[in-house]
């Protein structure tokens, strides 16, 4: 078979570096779309490692521009697209309501019209997220869980969902959206709260840091490994029917079990106490290591999120292969490396953001 190309927006985030590395695996040609304004610029620097393998191309593209993403579809010809940039922070979608809908939401929208014009023929994989269950009606949620985003971005993410729908339905593209929930990995930006904790958790064993603001601790997630979740946005592109499916862990943590779980792997045992903006954690010793700050609490909040990945299971062979605890210990470990390494050579720790 003649080498298959590929489309990867987003490239330069979490999911976006993963997925480059596991179609380079496979023999794909990858292009990562990359804006010219990249975050990355602030120093995250997730595919410095794929910049001179032959097969992986950075060609300049930003979903707030029509024309640029047509250009990309015209230069590279691709037999698949992956479309996973997005102003993901859900916060930020407050501060930014316009902007993120219009890169979250209309950016899946040129994507598709881009791939109508010019290559009807390219497969299509939009990026969805469990925000979209929002206030959610029915735990676990599936495929046929009505939607009732809670933000900014879920109501991006929700109109990205029924565009992609109705270009396949009216189109015959071969287009599709995982529904993703919470995932993570040492690569997480260090504003969302897995990342924003096992940070914190290393800088304060490492005697750089006193404690940890947070907001609602109480908030309960399915939150799986973003290594694992990569390979099935790959394998609903391979289906011969485009289809929309769900793709979670079936388990729900707070953000407190989180907390404790990340603290413990760093070595300090918490007890709680308190409730709402005035709780708090003392470790071993009794040092407030962790206290709420009302900055970080959200205007509408999603309270429990769960999913049901039957039928991911049943037509991908979908099974998540890392569980919540080694996930952790995992970004604790590697945090613990980052914050030792820079210490050793007398350089600033990365901290966690907003
Ligand atoms: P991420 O790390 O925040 O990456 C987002 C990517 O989007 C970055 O590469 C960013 O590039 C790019 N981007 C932002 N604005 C852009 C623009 N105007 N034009 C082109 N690219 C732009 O997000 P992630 O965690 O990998 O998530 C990937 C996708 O899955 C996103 O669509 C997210 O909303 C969705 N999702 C994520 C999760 C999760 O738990 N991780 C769950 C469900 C859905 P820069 O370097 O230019 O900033
Ligand atoms: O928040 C609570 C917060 O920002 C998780 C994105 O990838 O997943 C992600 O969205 C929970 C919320 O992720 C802090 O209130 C408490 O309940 O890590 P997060 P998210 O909002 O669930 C979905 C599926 C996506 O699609 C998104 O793109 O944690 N929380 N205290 C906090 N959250 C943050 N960030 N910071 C805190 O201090």
């Not at 590279?76 to 939401?105: C, K, M």
């Not at 979740?229 to 989180?258: A, C, F, H, L």
């Amino acid at each position: 078979m003649a080498q298959r190309t590929a489309v990867v927006t987003g490239a330069t985030g979490q999911d976006g570096s993963y997925l480059s590395e596991l179609l380079l695996d496979k023999g794909y040609d990858v292009h990562g779309m990359v804006r010219r304004t990249s975050q990355a610029a602030l120093g995250r620097n997730l595919i410095s490692h794929l910049i001179g393998n032959p097969n992986f191309h950075i060609i300049s593209g930003d979903l707030a521009d029509q024309g640029s993403i047509e250009n990309v579809i015209k230069e590279v010809e691709p037999d698949e697209f992956y479309n996973l940039g997005a102003q993901s922070f859900v916060p930020e979608s407050w501060r930014s309501p316009t902007h993120t809908s219009d890169i979250t939401g209309l950016g899946a929208l040129r994507c598709l019209e881009a791939i109508r014009i010019h290559r009807p023929e390219c497969k299509f994989y939009q990026a969805g997220s469990s925000e979209q269950f929002g206030k959610v009606v029915e735990t676990p949620q599936d495929e046929n869980t009505p939607f009732y985003p809670r933000s900014p971005y879920g109501c991006a993410k929700v109109f990205a969902h029924y565009i992609t729908k109705n270009y396949r339905e009216s189109y015959d593209l071969h287009a599709s959206t995982g529904i993703l929930f919470n995932h993570e990995s040492p690569r997480r930006g260090i504003e969302f709260v897995t990342r924003k904790v096992t940070l914190s958790a290393a800088r304060i064993s490492s005697g750089i840091q006193a404690s940890m603001e947070i907001g609602n601790v109480e908030a309960k997630r399915d939150w799986g490994y973003a290594g694992d979740y990569v390979e099935m946005m790959w394998k609903m592109t391979q289906r011969e029917t485009p289809d929309d499916y769900v793709i979670s862990t079936g388990e729900t943590y707070s953000v407190k079990d989180m907390i404790d779980l990340a603290f413990g792997r760093a070595g300090m045992e918490l007890t709680w106490s308190g409730e709402g903006i005035g709780t708090i954690a003392t470790d071993q010793d009794g040092n407030v290591r962790v206290k709420t700050n009302p900055r970080f609490f959200r205007p509408a909040e999603v309270d429990i999120l769960v999913g049901n990945s039957e039928k991911a299971s049943r037509e991908l062979g979908w099974t998540p292969k890392t569980d919540f605890k080694e996930l952790i210990f995992m970004m604790v470990d590697n945090d613990m490396e980052i914050v030792r390494t820079a210490i050793k050579h007398g350089v600033n720790p990365p901290a966690p953001l907003h």
